[in-house]
């Protein structure tokens, strides 16, 4: 599958030549003040680039069609959509429909009426990460899919709220879980969020559920991760298909996702991609 095509005076991450991925420290990174404008530039764009995106969820539109937009717009805006050649992956964005958990690749399939669509958008600007995502309706999509994608939003929200200095990440999976368990939903055990800055990918893991839910350590100023949890209709466990990408629930219950980018600051948290 070929790559979609960067221009050269654009800049780029290290692995975007070579197809590796980030370098990750034993350290959960502390980001300078000096440093939070930049983050906050990038967090900015992914959230302009996802918004472009949701407008496109239409019945008809193929998931590449989306891709390919976002590509040219991410680089009219001076970024480099920091999915591309990510250990190999071969597309811009990630687009995830109805059973996909996460890292769907875009393709040649149109969206239905009734789908429901993750995309997920990183770039990469000014030598900085920004990532969010969001799942939106196509057309008519049912009731009880609508109240999956309402109770995802929900759980990131109730998730943010409790963010801020000396609260430990676990936190995070119970607050998570306890909304999910109201809605008869359980939550995908496959994925985590993580921290993010200068690497796509660094400490600290967010674990959204409670199952294995050991990460130590406590929320302190400075530290910017994601939080990003998917609930699921059915069976929370996934399956990966050939393509060593796309991840689907076992049992073909749909899924739903929303994640957003925060900075614990000195008095709570602030939401960078929003």
């Known amino acids: 599958m070929p790559r979609r095509s960067i221009p ?21 990174p502390i980001v300078t003040l000096d440093e939070i404008p930049y983050l906050r530039e990038a967090g900015q764009l992914a959230r302009e680039i996802l918004e ?8 008809g539109t193929s ?40 890292h769907g690749i875009p393709d040649d399939r149109e969206l239905q009426d009734g789908d429901i669509i993750n995309i997920d958008v990183t770039v990469y600007l000014n030598g900085y990460h920004g990532d969010t995502s969001a799942t939106f309706l196509v057309g008519n999509v049912d009731s009880r899919g609508k ?16 963010c801020g200095p000396d609260v430990p990440f676990s936190e995070i999976g119970d607050v998570i879980c306890d909304h ?43 530290m910017a991760f994601t939080i990003e949890p998917v609930l699921c209709q059915g069976s929370p466990m996934g399956v990966i298909w050939p393509d060593n990408w ?9 899924s739903a996702q929303f994640e957003h980018m925060v900075l614990i600051t000195e008095d709570g948290v602030e939401v960078l991609t929003k």
Not at 154 to 162: R, S, V
Not at 198 to 207: A, D, K, N, T, V
């Open 147 to 162: 109240e999956l994608v309402k109770y995802t939003e929900e759980c990131l929200e109730n998730a943010i709220a409790i």
């Open 63 to 102: 998931t590449d069609q989306i891709d390919a937009v976002l590509h040219e717009k991410i680089i009219e805006k001076g970024g480099y959509p920091s999915p591309l050649n990510y250990s190999g992956f071969p597309k811009s964005v990630c687009t995830s429909i109805n059973n996909v958990i996460a």
């Open 8 to 28: 050269d005076y654009l800049a780029r991450p290290y692995y975007a030549g070579d197809g590796t991925c980030s370098k990750w420290e034993s350290m959960v």
């Open 52 to 59: 472009i995106g949701g407008k496109m969820c239409m019945p």
């Open 180 to 222: 999910a368990d109201i809605g008869g939903y359980s939550v995908s055990e496959e994925l985590s969020g993580h921290g993010i800055g200068r690497e796509f990918h660094c400490l600290p893991l967010i674990y959204h559920h409670r199952k294995w839910n050991n990460e130590e350590g406590v929320m302190a100023p400075g």
């Open 246 to 254: 796309t991840i689907s629930t076992v049992d073909g219950g749909r």
